[in-house]
């Protein structure tokens, strides 16, 4: 199997176990601070994020290429990943909130 193949399988697993962390804790962390009924609020970031990113990466794809586009796609993730470890600890909703946009 090709080293770049493996690390697309390893970062994708990565990935996928980060958002289902973050998913969990960014629901407890938000129904404790505004409430039961806005809980998912950061979950509907993560889903809004998704479908944007999806948008913007396939444009810098179609541009750049199919690697670029993902080196700019798990930047994106890694960063919006440290927002949200900031964010957490912090009791801040709307980086929290940023944090799972970019995730």
Do not use: C, W
Request: aromatic fraction near 2%.
């Amino acid at each position: 199997m090709k080293p770049a193949l493996v690390a697309l399988f390893v970062s994708s697993a990565l990935m996928t176990a980060a958002v289902s962390e973050a998913s969990a804790v960014s629901t407890l962390v938000a129904a404790d601070q505004l409430g039961a009924a806005l809980g998912g609020l950061p979950n509907t970031a993560a889903v809004a994020g998704t479908g944007l990113g999806a948008l913007a990466l396939s444009r810098i794809m179609a541009a750049y290429g199919r690697r670029r586009g993902l080196l700019v796609g798990y930047a994106a993730a890694l960063l919006g990943a440290g927002l949200a470890t900031v964010a957490v600890p912090r009791h801040d909703i709307a980086l929290l909130v940023i944090g799972m946009t970019l995730l």
